[in-house]
């Protein structure tokens, strides 16, 4: 399962995609929402936390379909699933490459973003929302990509599938940036979103992993 | 250690394609699926393989003793031919020694997988069976884009296979020149007829 | 005998047509009383004039998209256990009406919300919880139009039928938790204790069931619309290969 | 090029994709936002033109890598550089087509979402900054796929090279919906905004096509 | 109408496979290519096809005049066969009379092709080359997959093509039972060297 990740950690960096452009991406949102909102301090600094959690949120999503479409694509699925490595091993992994690369970047550069959208102090727990709950993203990225590794290229259905599914982590792990932006109480919701990360983490590889083995029939 | 395969039926897309076909495969030896374009060979292996469900019928084999070849290669073309290898290895647990040697890609070993050509690409797939350990080997169509001298260099290394007491299963338009059994599928081939239980008791 | 007879799709086709006369009259009966007795026969409202007697549709309609993504749930998981096919047949035909249920709610909702709060949409829980759910009908619907095997759309959907109804629970709760720092107040949740008595309670629990029998009866028609599909399919196909 | 502009609104509706999905996106971003930014009205009418701009942007960001990498996986798009459609025509089409399943719907949309973003008015505006816009971010968009065509998955390069092309159509576009809301003049803005539509329409099919051939060899 | 090749040279990925090579074709003629895996088969009839530009020499063909079969087939896996077929009638200007018939696709018309198997999608995509109408078909290991019957049927196709005045030229490892000449490109192998005269310069 090393040899996996380490694979799927390879490809990611050969394929020109890897580490440097999630977060590109998350850069170019916090370029964006200035430009299409306009400039205001105060405005931005108010809105910035949640946008940089969607940001986190799309950043994600743009790079969910690759988990299994290229493995699928050229038969190594199919060969993977004849391979001693079980499916569910094979999903986590997945889901863990797809982290590495995409939430964990964006949880260390939220700070400097954060500085970009004019806000004013509570980097620290920003990042710390982040690095909490892109875990859950991940993984449940990973058991949309797996219903939909079938499909031609299911890309905004996939966007369509996974959403909803975001919204708890996005809610919780909003709110516990902006609590720990205005410095309020915030040990509520970070319990909630450490609780849905473990459970996403503990039960989703199953479902996602009986998923895949449907798709490939 | 044998594999047996009784009365098998297969679907493919919902449709029964194959039925009651039964054999057995000693270790050592060889069975060449044959049948024209849209026989069911691939539907069989990946029946076997464990990729679809059986219709009906029995399939015995050893646990984990599958490697399989697909029309597909599972080769990611921005490694090179050794990680490619590589990587299998290490998912069966096991190293490459010398086997892009044998399978005469040695001087091409440190080229992307998408710098080689058809038939290149072809033998580092099959590569793959080698550092799988396994011993029953599915083969579909495994000499497709092969050139004549690479299409016996392989049917050796299936030779080798065979003499090491492991089995093949292979499907394939082009004679290989191994000593095989024959199993022609159009034999088998079923009266038109929707898979699953509830549109079969229906229509 | 057990009920797991009726799984079968002949015998399901046989009884689920004894009974759809039944379900649809008594539906329309009931809808027709709940109505009109709730549009003409009951007073206005003194702060909400005749606004109120959107409640009739809102409410029941509310309670069916719920009720009828419970169904699916209940269907998916049957389906994954038992393998029926007429149980992932009829979760199929219910997502349809659960949506329309949850655009009606959301409809009548705006039209409620705009001489109520003065706006078409608010962010209230309720209503942004309402939203996903309309979102995962959407999905759940798309995903079962997009695989074309209807065995292995049936799996799939019923794996995101499971997975999703967690979600969505968790999102019910998480919204309330995010709106509760920030809340507008009475407004928006009206108080309905003091509003809704016994003039309005009436006619609405006979709306309410109006729109229960009228669930039912459309699920059993959509089941066999899709049974009926499914065997033309089969035929079709039959055709084909001959 | 009829044939191909069929061909692939066909595939489009086949693939489950279609109309529907691209809207489905635009319709998450709005509901998104305020999860995560919170839900006052003000605070949303405020950024609302803003951000359904930026949502309409990444709506189509996410499916431009379908534009040719379907067509290249397959061996179409080296079948189609040899039959008698030039190239420039294949590229044009190909971004009508991405225009007409992705930007056109959004543009009908959007008033229904500024409701939702609890935008009070100007919503024809809006809808006519989306329409008048969109054009360009396919047009653009297909330029972008044809420079990453070769690559394997450049799905998100593809997107960090788009970005920075899209900012100018991104600025006039949510410029002229904040106007329109504000009953601001708006007549600069959106001549700029049809400008550059219509010289992107006019003069990127050429850039494309020599990058698709370029990519092809 | 002639195709002529002078004294061409061509490069994959950087680097210069083939030159030197002259041939000619007359109307009513097939070439075969023959050579071992990566001799540049596929670069030869990609550098002709137009698709990449030649390093050195000349080509000199008909304008609007080639056809090219690749080792993918470029099928859309949801749109069905007749779809598939029609789509590049359409774009090629023509209809598609009585093809699938003839490529024995008749009673598949209506099947999607991802429901096709290897073989059948293989001539589906060869039918691509009769609605063309161009004189001159590029092929590129076109039988691949296809069983002896197939082989038959697509090698009659190719004569019917010949003997209307068509030209041929086949990249094949499988004797299509052709009457050809046959060039072999491992006469032109070139010396190994890199592509484009300022990296060549400088090194
Ligand atoms: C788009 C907007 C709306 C949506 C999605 C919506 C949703 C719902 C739902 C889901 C319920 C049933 C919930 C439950 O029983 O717990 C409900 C009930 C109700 N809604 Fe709405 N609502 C909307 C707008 C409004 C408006 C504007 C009003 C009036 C001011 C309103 C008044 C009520 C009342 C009185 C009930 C009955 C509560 C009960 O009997 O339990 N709703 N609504
Ligand atoms: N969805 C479907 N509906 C009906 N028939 C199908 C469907 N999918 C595949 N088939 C048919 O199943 C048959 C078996 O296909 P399979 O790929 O196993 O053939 P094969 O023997 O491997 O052929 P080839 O030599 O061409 O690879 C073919 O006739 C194919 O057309
Ligand atoms: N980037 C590259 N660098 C060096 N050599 C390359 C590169 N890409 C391709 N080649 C080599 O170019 C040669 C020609 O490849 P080509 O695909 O034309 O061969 P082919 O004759 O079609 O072979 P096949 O019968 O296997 O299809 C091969 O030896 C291949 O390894
Ligand atoms: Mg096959
Ligand atoms: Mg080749």
């Known amino acids: 399962m090393i040899a996996l990740l380490l694979r799927d950690l390879r490809l990611a960096i050969r394929a020109g995609g890897g580490f440097g452009l999630g977060l590109a991406f998350f850069l170019l949102v916090a370029v964006l929402v200035p430009l299409g909102v306009g400039p205001e301090p105060a405005l931005l600094a108010r809105i910035a936390p949640g946008i940089l959690w969607v940001g986190a949120l799309l950043a994600c999503l743009l790079s969910l379909d690759r988990i299994f479409a290229l493995d699928r694509e050229d038969g190594s699925l199919d060969l993977l699933a004849t391979s001693p490595i079980p499916m569910e091993g094979v999903v986590a992994v997945k889901a863990l490459a797809h982290w590495l690369v995409t939430g964990l970047p964006l949880a260390l550069a939220a700070p400097g973003l954060a500085v970009m959208l004019q806000l004013p102090g509570g980097h620290g727990w920003l990042a710390i929302s982040l690095a909490l709950g892109t875990p859950a993203l991940s993984m449940i990225g990973t058991f949309g990509a797996a219903l939909t590794v079938g499909l031609k290229r299911g890309g905004l259905l996939l966007s369509l599938l996974v959403l909803p599914l975001y919204v708890p982590t996005l809610i919780f792990g909003a709110e516990v940036a902006r609590r720990g932006v205005t410095g309020m109480e915030l040990g509520t919701p970070l319990a909630l979103l450490a609780a849905i990360t473990g459970g996403a983490v503990a039960l989703l590889p199953f479902a996602a992993a009986l998923a895949v083995r449907i798709n490939l029939r | ?203 | 005998m057990s009920i797991w007879e009726y799984a079968n799709p002949k015998k399901f086709m046989q009884t689920s047509g004894r009974l759809l006369p039944w379900a649809t009259g008594l539906a329309a009966a009931a809808l027709l009383v709940g109505l009109i007795w709730g549009f003409f026969l009951t007073p206005d409202d003194y702060r909400q004039g005749s606004t109120v007697k959107i409640i009739f549709l809102h409410v029941p309609a509310a309670l069916m998209a719920i009720n009828a993504w419970l169904m699916m749930l209940v269907c998916s998981l049957i389906w994954l256990i038992r393998r029926h096919h007429v149980s992932a047949l009829a979760a199929k035909a219910a997502a349809p009406i659960g949506l329309t249920m949850t655009v009606i709610a959301l409809v009548t909702g705006a039209i409620w919300g705009q001489p109520m709060w003065g706006t078409w949409w608010a962010w209230d829980p309720r209503l942004t919880s309402f939203l996903i759910l309309f979102l995962f009908y959407l999905g759940y619907i798309a995903l079962w139009s997009a695989i074309e095997d209807p065995d292995t759309a049936a799996d799939l959907t019923s794996v995101l039928c499971m997975v999703g109804s967690v979600f969505a629970l968790l999102s019910r709760y998480a919204v309330n938790f995010w709106n509760q720092g920030l809340h507008q107040g009475a407004s928006l949740s009206m108080d309905r204790k003091e509003n809704v008595s016994d003039v309005f309670w009436l006619p609405l629990l006979v709306c309410i069931a109006g729109f229960v029998l009228l669930f039912v009866a459309l699920v059993l028609l959509r089941t066999r619309t899709e049974i009926r599909a499914r065997r033309l399919a089969a035929l079709l196909a039959r055709e084909r290969m001959a």
């Open chain 2, 1 to 203: 250690m044998e594999l047996i395969v009784e009365n098998l039926s297969c679907a493919r897309g919902g449709v029964i394609v194959l039925e009651g076909v039964s054999f057995r495969l000693a270790a050592g030896r060889a069975l060449v699926l044959r049948g024209p374009n849209g026989a069911g060979k691939t539907t069989l292996l990946r029946t076997i393989a464990g990729l679809q469900p059986a219709e009906g019928g029995a399939i015995s084999l050893p646990p984990d003793s599958i490697a399989y070849a697909a029309h597909a290669d599972g080769l990611k073309p921005t490694l090179t031919a050794r990680e490619n290898l590589t990587f299998w290895a290490d998912i069966y647990g096991r190293g490459i020694g010398d086997t892009l040697d044998r399978m005469n890609l040695a001087g091409l070993a440190d080229r992307p997988a998408m710098n080689l050509s058809a038939g290149q690409k072809r033998r580092l797939g099959l590569a793959r069976l080698l550092v799988a350990g396994r011993p029953v080997w599915l083969l579909d169509e495994p000499t497709v884009s092969l050139d004549a001298e690479a299409v016996a260099l392989f049917a050796g290394v299936v030779q080798g296979h065979l003499a090491a007491g492991g089995m093949a299963l292979v499907a394939t338009h082009i004679n290989l020149g191994l000593e095989a059994d024959v199993l022609d599928l159009s034999a088998f081939r079923a009266r038109p007829r929707i898979a699953g239980g509830f549109d079969e008791a229906f229509a």
